[in-house]
């Protein structure tokens, strides 16, 4: 299984990004899809996930801001990013779970200047 994300830049506090992340190649059952973020120097940390049946879990600091969705039809999730702040600024990475195993794609550059 592959993961390949696009939609990271440069945005200004406040404003708004969307990720998103396709899965292809050897896709059994997808079950869980969601995204991770790693700013510098620090671990990498869960920011939203979802499951097969659309049940969500997010970090504290990202809810009411950031809502994650996904396109099974697609094997594709999203990560719509409003109200973005500076410590939004991290390495953002999308996983998939199939079959046990998890799947990691090659990470994208948010950075949110003040």
């Known amino acids: 299984v592959q993961l390949q994300a696009s939609g990271g830049g440069l945005v200004q506090a406040g404003g708004s990004l969307r990720l998103s992340c396709a899965a292809s190649g050897s896709i059994f059952s997808i079950d869980a899809m969601g995204w991770y973020r790693q700013a510098p120097g620090n671990e990498r940390d869960l920011v939203a996930v979802v499951n097969g049946g659309g049940s969500t879990n997010y970090a504290d600091s990202v809810k009411g801001r950031f809502t994650i969705s996904r396109d099974n039809a697609k094997n594709t999730v999203y990560l719509q990013m409003n109200s973005q702040k500076p410590e939004d600024t991290a390495v953002y990475y999308c996983?998939?779970?199939?079959?046990?195993?998890?799947?990691w794609g090659q990470g994208t550059l948010v950075t949110v200047s003040s």
């Open positions: 996983s998939a779970l199939d079959e046990g195993i998890d799947y």
